[in-house]
């Protein structure tokens, strides 16, 4: 069970421990979403959120978002801090784990959302930017991930397995070079949602061989 005093590491590794229960629990959801899908193209490109405490005492938020041909899941798993603020993470099984700090939630809110509930602001959060576009420097530890309202700031907390994200930018406050970066996450966001993959769409710039004198 994740308890306060965790560490983003430790919440990370409680989380995977939990997944087989949550993905059973899920069955049922994902089954009616489908069928939902096949009839009413209204759903198309709106989020769900879907709820979930396990046996564990884990609490889940499992964002789901249907496209024309596929339904795309990501699991967000949240908890409060021993400060009382909320903190999540987004479990990925096949590929990065990114543990959101509190500050990142009451940095959205100050943009787009001033509800006193915190636990609405998350909501929020979680339903509108559920879809990550992630690029890193092979350099240092910066990691940074283009979201639906903004920009991340984070920092590898196990490199190329779980980064701990920090800071909130919205739009309206990037430099130019993030202004570039953050078009190369919106079209590596776009990519993701759909059936087929762009040759070399996952290769990251940073990745590229460096250019000889």
């Given amino acids: 069970m994740i308890v306060q005093k965790h560490s983003p590491e430790q919440v990370v590794r409680e989380a ?12 049922q959801p994902i089954d009616r979403l489908q069928r939902r899908m096949r009839v009413d193209k209204s ?27 596929v339904l795309h899941i990501a699991p967000f798993v949240w908890y409060r801090g021993e400060d009382d603020y909320y903190r999540a993470a987004r479990i990925m099984q096949d590929g990065v784990c990114f543990h959101i700090s509190h500050h990142i939630f009451e940095q959205y809110a100050a943009r787009f959302n001033r509800t006193s509930d915190g636990f609405t602001r998350m909501k929020e959060f979680i339903r509108e930017n559920m879809d990550f576009g992630t690029e890193y420097c092979l350099d240092n530890d910066d990691v940074r991930v283009g979201i639906t309202h903004g920009y991340i700031i984070g920092t590898w907390v196990i490199p190329h397995k779980v980064a701990q994200l920090i800071t909130f930018v919205d739009h309206g406050k990037l430099f130019d070079d993030q202004l570039e970066q953050m078009d190369r996450l919106d079209q590596q966001r776009a990519d993701a949602l759909r059936p087929t993959r762009t040759p070399g769409g996952a290769v990251k710039p940073w990745d590229l061989p460096r250019p000889t004198a």
Wanted: proline share 8%.
């Fill in 43 to 69: 759903l198309r490109m709106e989020p769900q959120l879907f709820e979930y405490r396990s046996h564990a005492g884990n609490n889940w938020l499992v964002a789901m978002l249907p496209t024309k041909k």
């Fill in 16 to 27: 995977f421990r939990d997944m087989p229960a949550m993905w059973n629990k899920l069955k």
